[in-house]
């Protein structure tokens, strides 16, 4: 359906299914930021698809945000709330940090630890085995794993076995099908651990932790954003905005908080939980290193194609985030290809 802003008589070219069909929305004019009122609540779509709708002022928008709104606290709070409903992380990974976080225990307790939860121990297995780790076929007990692979590289595997079972689920508010989002996580760890290795390794293991977990939030906003999904559409197509714009419209904030939030709720480290709040714009995290390498493996994921987006080419490297951490687009192309082979010899 073509729609027509009534102030410049710029054109939009909205597809009829994401458009609030029944209902009326309020967006501003990308060309001369006019607001901007569509009602559908009268039109009959079967017989306007070719027709051209005018866009008529409008002096309030309800997507607007709200500083202080009490209803959008509300809402925060509730959201919040539910945190309770998702399934903790699995135990396993919360002692297997607690382990490579104290410098006396070695990759034997973190095996004995591991061999307590089943589930847990054949995806250890399965991705010891992979190609990724060059070792196919051939570790055939956990104890085995840790003697060949070491501590640091058991924990690392434990983390994205215990988190694929949190993150292999749909979330249609999104439009991701199952292994989308768990696919997606685990370009950004690996990506973020590549980054980490090569400027300041110290910060390897946080960095492939928190890739991870970066967009858990979104399991919790999913049915929040079905529920706009239509009006959401809308606004992206108008603003030309990428999807955690269009959270922080609708909602006065965006997965990344929640997804802080959780971190606290899993007692991850505060620097995990800073890098994650911040990864869509790490310049305001006061310099922090980990969530600029975040951020940067975030990009990199949706540039290799590994994101499940319809607004991937909206998202961009925040200015200065390259320079930051002195990388150069060679040095991104390489990452790119890296992430993309280790994604797919993981999840093979």
Known sequence: MKIECSECQKLYNIPDERLPVGKVGCFNC??????????????????????????????????????????????????????????PMPQVVAKTQALLADSTSDAKKIAEVIETDQGIASKVLRI????????????????????????KTLGEIVSMSGTERILNGK????????????????????????????KNPSLLYEAHTAGLIHDVGKIILDSHILERRADIDVFMEIE????????????????????????KKWNFPESISRAIKCHHKPSASDGDELSYILHTADCIAM?????YDDDDFLYEFEAGSQDFLNLKQENISEIILKVTESVHQISS
């Open 30 to 87: 990308k060309n001369c930021g006019t607001k901007i009122r569509l009602d559908l609540r009268k039109s009959n779509p079967g017989k306007e698809k070719s027709d051209d709708i005018k866009l008529t002022k409008s002096f309030s928008s309800p997507v607007q945000k709200q500083d202080n709104n009490p209803g959008e606290n509300s809402l925060k709070e509730k959201i919040l709330e539910s945190i309770d409903e998702l399934p």
């Open 128 to 151: 010891a085995n992979s190609a990724y780790y060059g070792m196919s076929g051939r570790i055939s007990t956990i104890q085995h794993a840790s003697v060949v692979l070491g501590s």
């Open 171 to 198: 979330l249609p508010g999104y439009g991701y099908d199952s292994k989308d989002l768990w696919l997606h996580s685990l370009a950004v760890a690996l990506g973020a651990k590549f980054i980490a290795d090569m």
């Open 240 to 263: 030309e905005k990428p999807f955690n714009d269009a959270e922080i419209q609708f909602f006065g904030f965006d997965h990344a908080e929640i997804a802080s939030e959780i971190c």
């Open 303 to 307: 540039l290799g194609g590994i994101g």
